[in-house]
């Protein structure tokens, strides 16, 4: 299996994923007023899709997971933070004080930063890194690195993981600042992708051996199943592809 998705939860899809689109320069892959989907190719390495999908509830002040993208020297982070200005993102203070990064808040008010240049991401794209709050960052780290096949990697945080072609964002673990509430759901979550020929059912087994756990909504029959890692994080287990991308 593999990872295929970011998924954002937007109370208007079309408008966010526009935003995103045009901060990040992906490329269209589905248009409608519940479901928006964009796609990031890295030369030489992983393609992601983002997927925003329409909710009614607002979103969290401090999400699990969010998007950072790469800003790089101060004169080119200016640039990209005025051209997120520009498309529709404003200044957020959330208490982060003198850093070298810049805290701002898309058109749906979800936290995201524009990064300093570091050298972990000269590699990274235009999406510098996707840090997810974690329990336990050993035991998060071994889950997801099992799972999406993504490998460990240098970071400044605790625990860090990417694609085994040595590029795209990283995957980055780190140590949550509360536990997760057992009804809360996160504002963004990733997709796992099981690829032709994979068993689903070993597929399973290894996320519960893992720590994961299957959960049930009730939101009816779905194509795909819905998991947790083991820090409560939101993961689904979409079904493998008619032919691999």
Same mark, same amino acid.
């Given at each position: 299996?593999?990872?295929?998705?970011?998924?954002?939860?937007?109370?208007?899809?079309?408008?966010?994923?526009?935003?995103?689109?045009?901060?990040?320069?992906?490329?269209?892959?589905?248009?409608?007023?519940?479901?928006?989907?964009?796609?990031?190719?890295?030369?030489?390495? !992983? #393609?992601?899709?983002?997927?925003?999908?329409?909710?009614?509830? =607002?979103?969290?002040?401090? *999400?699990? @997971?969010? %998007?950072?993208?790469?800003?790089?020297?101060?004169?080119?982070?200016?640039?990209?933070?005025?051209?997120?200005?520009?498309?529709?993102?404003?200044?957020?203070d959330i208490g982060?004080?003198?850093?070298?990064?810049?805290?701002?808040?898309?058109?749906?008010?979800?936290?995201?930063?524009?990064?300093?240049?570091?050298?972990?991401?000269?590699?990274?794209?235009?999406?510098?890194?996707?840090?997810?709050?974690?329990?336990?960052?050993?035991?998060?780290?071994?889950?997801?690195?099992?799972?999406?096949?993504?490998? !460990? #990697?240098?970071?400044?945080?605790?625990?860090?993981?990417?694609? =085994?072609?040595?590029?795209? *964002?990283? @995957?980055? %673990?780190?140590?949550?600042?509360?536990?997760?509430?057992?009804?809360?759901?996160?504002?963004?979550?990733?997709?796992?992708r099981l690829e032709?020929?994979?068993?689903?059912?070993?597929?399973?087994?290894?996320?519960?051996?893992?720590?994961?756990?299957?959960?049930?909504?009730?939101?009816?029959?779905?194509?795909?199943?819905?998991?947790?890692?083991?820090?409560?994080?939101?993961?689904?287990?979409?079904?493998?592809?008619?032919?691999?991308?």
């Amino acid at each position: 299996m593999y990872l295929e998705n970011v998924v954002v939860d937007a109370q208007d899809p079309q408008r966010l994923g526009r935003f995103w689109e045009a901060l990040l320069r992906t490329t269209t892959l589905t248009d409608d007023s519940s479901n928006y989907e964009t796609r990031l190719v890295v030369p030489d390495g !992983p #393609t992601l899709d983002l997927c925003f999908e329409l909710v009614s509830e =607002p979103p969290p002040t401090s *999400p699990r @997971l969010h %998007l950072e993208v790469y800003g790089g020297a101060p004169e080119e982070q200016a640039r990209v933070v005025e051209r997120a200005l520009t498309l529709g993102a404003s200044h957020l203070d959330i208490g982060q004080r003198d850093v070298p990064w810049v805290v701002l808040a898309d058109p749906e008010g979800n936290p995201f930063c524009v990064m300093e240049d570091r050298a972990e991401y000269a590699v990274s794209g235009p999406l510098s890194s996707l840090p997810l709050d974690s329990a336990d960052v050993d035991r998060d780290l071994a889950f997801w690195s099992e799972l999406s096949g993504w490998e !460990p #990697t240098d970071s400044a945080m605790p625990g860090a993981l990417r694609h =085994p072609s040595g590029r795209g *964002p990283l @995957l980055e %673990l780190c140590p949550e600042p509360r536990p997760k509430g057992a009804d809360a759901k996160n504002r963004a979550h990733l997709d796992l992708r099981l690829e032709s020929g994979d068993d689903e059912d070993d597929a399973v087994t290894r996320i519960l051996d893992l720590g994961g756990h299957e959960y049930d909504p009730g939101w009816g029959e779905l194509p795909w199943r819905l998991f947790k890692d083991p820090s409560g994080n939101e993961v689904c287990l979409l079904p493998a592809p008619a032919t691999r991308r």
